[in-house]
């Protein structure tokens, strides 16, 4: 294919169209008219011989063609955008940087809110994605390119990543107030009797404690898995089991029926960290929002320290 005869200006458009999957929408997010966003989708699917958007049960559809362009479109564009770009200039209130980041549920519950409001009043336009991948895939994304950095923990790579600790926790165990066993010591016997209920959408967390039993010639009892977090408090009150779970998470439900315990056995502490590619060491827009991460990060212990010192008042 002859790259000379092709509009490179179509790739931004076909972002647009990719990301809104609506012409009048992704003219509006690029600055152009309905019939011009109209007339280069019709390019589009010349050039690329397939339809782009076809029309579904509940509105306009990437085919499957398309949906195989999201992550490369998005990725040429950023290294489009890197070549022109002086990065170590940074204006935050004037950028209109596209982010790409990964987090977890639970750190998108912890961190996500204070961020996004400092993101908003410290650079309104700049625009924040934020997606859950699997472990492997955060590796292999932030080495492509298609991530601009994760928030993850144990994350293995290849040595090309650079990462620093943004946030601190610990792993409890968590049962309702009416438990049977909740006024009882938690030994490790009792421990190991408990029916449980087990989150599976994070196997790392969970696994960082049923290795150590392992160790300890133990194993818990796993009565029900589900996929989200959000039925956690519901089904403990439900049920007579208890959860694993971290400390910060626990405490962020702020649920009266639910009561935190110390694990009856010795863990290291759990860390989350900011990972990011070592090409983007020097770039100005991403040393940004990492400080901004930690920042946020920073604040969750603000705001217990100063929660334990008016308990103690």
Not at 39 to 51: G, I, Q, Y
Not at 184 to 194: A, I
Not at 234 to 257: F, G, K, Q, W
Not at 295 to 312: G, I, K, P, Y
């Amino acid at each position: 294919m002859n790259l000379r005869s092709i509009d490179l200006n179509l790739l931004v458009i076909l972002d647009a169209l990719l990301s809104e999957r609506q012409v009048t929408r992704a003219g509006r997010k690029i600055g152009l008219t309905q019939p011009a966003v109209s007339n280069a989708l019709s390019r589009l699917r010349h050039v690329f011989k397939d339809d782009i958007l076809v029309r579904g049960t509940i509105g306009m559809e990437l085919t499957p063609r398309a949906k195989t362009l999201v992550g490369p479109i998005r990725q040429i564009l950023q290294q489009v955008e890197a070549l022109f770009a002086a990065e170590h200039e940074f204006d935050p209130h004037l950028s209109e940087r596209h982010f790409m980041l990964r987090m977890s549920d639970l750190t998108e519950l912890l961190i996500l809110p204070t961020l996004s409001r400092t993101i908003r009043q410290m650079a309104p336009r700049v625009r924040l994605n934020v997606m859950h991948l699997s472990p492997a895939e955060t590796a292999d994304a932030l080495e492509a390119g298609t991530l601009d950095m994760a928030l993850s923990t144990g994350l293995e790579h290849r040595g090309t990543l650079r990462s620093h600790v943004a946030l601190r926790d610990r792993m409890v165990c968590v049962q309702s107030r009416w438990h049977p066993d909740v006024d009882k010591p938690l030994t490790l016997e009792r421990f190991v009797s408990l029916d449980f209920l087990n989150v599976t959408t994070n196997p790392i967390d969970n696994s960082i404690v049923d290795n150590r039993l392992a160790e300890m010639h133990c194993l818990r009892r796993v009565v029900l898995n589900v996929p989200h977090w959000l039925v956690v408090p519901h089904m403990l009150n439900a049920l007579p089991v208890a959860v694993i779970m971290s400390e910060r998470h626990a405490l962020s439900l702020a649920d009266e029926r639910l009561v935190i315990r110390e694990l009856p056995l010795a863990l290291e502490p759990l860390t989350w960290s900011v990972y990011w590619h070592r090409r983007n060491d020097a770039s100005a827009a991403h040393t940004w929002l990492r400080a901004r991460i930690t920042e946020a990060a920073a604040s969750l212990d603000a705001c217990r320290t100063l929660m334990e010192a008016l308990d103690v008042g």
